[in-house]
């Protein structure tokens, strides 16, 4: 089993395509991603990590996407998002199903 998933892997790195890994908590999602990410074509850029399982349902698209100074209260300064820091490099969510539905889409 371990032998396909290498082989998976090694085509993979060769491509530039958005991946989903899909397994239980604990099956080492995370390393498969950061494989992919340091010996893929976007290991020169940035690996963000993010919990989304941590992430309180209101903020969710604030920390995905960013916010702008005085967009909410409480929005004191400018904020880059997720998307915006792992520009050039791989985007890992982990615990996407304990995301609300809409924020799926």
Do not use: C, W
Request: hydrophobic share 40%; charged share 25%; glycine share 12%.
């Amino acid at each position: 089993a371990m032998q396909d998933i290498y082989r998976m892997l090694a085509r993979m790195m060769q491509t530039d395509l958005t991946v989903m890994i899909s397994g239980e908590s604990g099956t080492g999602k995370e390393l498969v991603a950061r494989a992919l990410h340091e010996y893929g074509r976007r290991r020169g850029g940035p690996f963000v990590a993010i919990n989304m399982a941590a992430i309180p349902r209101d903020l969710i698209e604030s920390e995905l996407f960013g916010h702008e100074k005085g967009a909410f209260t409480g929005a004191q300064n400018r904020s880059t998002g997720r998307f915006e820091q792992a520009e050039g490099g791989t985007l890992f969510l982990d615990e996407i199903g304990d995301m609300p539905m809409e924020a799926q889409t």
